[in-house]
């Protein structure tokens, strides 16, 4: 099997770059969809649609229903039947991203990419992870190509909940990890191939951002400063992890993530934080040196690192099984991991991760 690597078209981050968003569409089409929540619109709708009537290309406003469900991309298809727009262009978050993707997908249509947090590595892909309409992990779906632009406002971004772009840094956490399990692996590639040594490259520096300048990050946001710390966060949330995850392969943590949707008290929290989670789960199973360092990171950023930090109280044997056997389900990821994972394994490693969070916080 080949190496293959693959990346979105174009990436541009820095203050200030929404104001330009109709001026970048119009190299794709002379009208677009932009899909967004309700207060998404709100909060930028004058900005975007002041940059679309300067670009002059028409523009058509559908708000987004909140879960990634293939009733709600069916339902964003006719919307877009009837309007007939040429690009399709989400602003906002991962399940709007992965929406728009899917919908623009279905009609070969370019798509563009606004994020307004970095939560998720999810902007750069050239997949979309489809949910029950009750918000329970479906499936995968992947596309002949990743999105031809994506945007990043960092001055937006930066005015987000700083928990959103932590919650990013748990998903870009686990980058590195499932990179270098698949590389053991010889595991294939969510590019269709094996990995890369630029895959490798880029989740080796996704990692080594996190730990140098995720807590002044963090910080910084907190005082409602845009920093270089800043910068850096953003784009490994962003880029280094969208394109290391996608070239380099996932493994076991975002399919433990998948799992933690059987636990209906996990809906309410961030993709990173149940990622991240599954990062330490993953590394409980690898029995991994790093163990410690990354409980002390996620501890220090506040990221959650047991059970009940991710709203789960009812915590039995029999459920934590549930969660495993709906990780080890055949078509998710766990089976990259270099050894042999039954859901016993992994029902055990939860239990460990969640003991090994509960004394890193002294609980």
Same mark, same amino acid.
């Given at each position: 099997?080949?190496?293959?690597?693959?990346?979105?078209?174009?990436?541009?981050?820095?203050?200030?770059?929404?104001?330009?968003? *109709?001026?970048?569409?119009?190299?794709?089409?002379?009208?677009?969809?932009?899909?967004?929540?309700?207060?998404?619109?709100?909060?930028?709708?004058?900005?975007?649609?002041?940059?679309?009537?300067?670009?002059?290309?028409?523009?058509?406003?559908?708000?987004?229903?909140?879960?990634?469900?293939?009733?709600?991309?069916?339902?964003?298809?006719?919307?877009?039947?009837? &309007?007939?727009?040429?690009?399709?262009?989400?602003?906002?978050?991962? @399940?709007?991203?992965?929406?728009?993707?899917?919908?623009?997908?279905? @009609?070969?249509?370019?798509?563009?990419?606004?994020?307004?947090?970095?939560?998720?590595?999810?902007?750069?892909?050239? =997949?979309?992870?489809?949910?029950?309409? $009750?918000?329970? %992990?479906? $499936?995968?779906?992947? %596309?002949?190509?990743?999105?031809? =632009?994506?945007?990043?406002?960092?001055?937006?971004?930066?005015?987000?909940?700083?928990?959103?772009?932590?919650?990013?840094?748990?998903?870009?956490?686990?980058?590195?990890? $499932?990179?270098?399990?698949?590389?053991?692996?010889?595991? !294939?590639?969510?590019?269709?191939? @094996?990995?890369?040594?630029?895959?490798?490259?880029?989740?080796?520096?996704?990692?080594?951002?996190?730990?140098?300048?995720?807590?002044?990050?963090?910080?910084?946001?907190?005082? !409602?400063?845009?920093? $270089?710390?800043?910068?850096?966060?953003?784009?490994?949330?962003?880029?280094?992890?969208?394109?290391?995850?996608?070239?380099?392969?996932?493994? *076991?943590?975002?399919?433990?993530?998948?799992?933690?949707?059987?636990?209906?008290?996990?809906?309410?929290?961030?993709?990173?934080?149940?990622?991240?989670?599954?990062?330490?789960?993953?590394?409980?199973?690898?029995?991994?040196?790093?163990?410690?360092?990354?409980?002390?990171?996620?501890?220090?950023?506040?990221?959650?690192?047991?059970?009940?930090?991710?709203?789960?109280?009812?915590?039995?044997?029999?459920?934590?099984?549930?969660?495993?056997?709906?990780? &080890?389900?055949?078509?998710?990821?766990?089976?990259?991991?270099?050894?042999?994972?039954?859901?016993?394994?992994?029902?055990?490693?939860?239990?460990?991760?969640?003991?090994?969070?509960?004394?890193?916080?002294?609980?």
């Amino acid at each position: 099997m080949a190496r293959i690597f693959i990346s979105p078209s174009k990436y541009i981050q820095g203050p200030g770059e929404l104001a330009k968003l *109709g001026e970048y569409t119009q190299a794709y089409g002379k009208s677009a969809l932009v899909i967004i929540t309700a207060g998404g619109l709100k909060r930028s709708g004058d900005v975007i649609s002041k940059s679309f009537e300067d670009a002059k290309v028409e523009l058509h406003y559908d708000n987004f229903n909140g879960e990634c469900s293939q009733a709600e991309i069916d339902r964003l298809v006719q919307v877009l039947d009837t &309007c007939g727009a040429e690009v399709v262009v989400g602003v906002g978050g991962g @399940k709007i991203f992965d929406t728009a993707k899917a919908v623009a997908a279905t @009609k070969d249509l370019p798509v563009i990419i606004v994020p307004t947090i970095a939560a998720t590595d999810a902007p750069c892909s050239a =997949l979309s992870v489809i949910y029950t309409d $009750e918000g329970q %992990f479906k $499936e995968y779906q992947f %596309f002949k190509q990743n999105p031809n =632009l994506v945007l990043m406002d960092t001055e937006v971004i930066a005015k987000s909940p700083v928990r959103l772009t932590v919650s990013g840094m748990g998903d870009a956490l686990a980058t590195f990890f $499932e990179a270098r399990a698949c590389q053991r692996s010889d595991a !294939g590639t969510c590019a269709g191939g @094996k990995v890369t040594n630029a895959a490798m490259a880029l989740a080796t520096l996704c990692y080594e951002t996190l730990m140098d300048e995720g807590v002044k990050a963090k910080l910084a946001l907190e005082a !409602g400063a845009c920093t $270089e710390a800043v910068e850096k966060i953003i784009e490994a949330n962003t880029l280094l992890s969208g394109l290391g995850f996608e070239s380099a392969g996932l493994a *076991g943590a975002h399919a433990i993530h998948n799992g933690l949707t059987a636990m209906s008290e996990t809906h309410a929290m961030y993709h990173g934080e149940k990622v991240a989670f599954g990062t330490i789960t993953q590394l409980v199973l690898e029995n991994a040196d790093e163990l410690y360092d990354v409980l002390d990171f996620c501890v220090e950023i506040g990221l959650p690192v047991t059970f009940k930090q991710l709203g789960v109280t009812d915590v039995t044997y029999e459920r934590v099984l549930e969660v495993a056997t709906l990780a &080890c389900a055949e078509n998710d990821t766990l089976h990259n991991m270099p050894f042999e994972v039954t859901p016993e394994k992994v029902a055990n490693a939860l239990l460990a991760a969640d003991a090994y969070g509960r004394a890193a916080l002294g609980a």
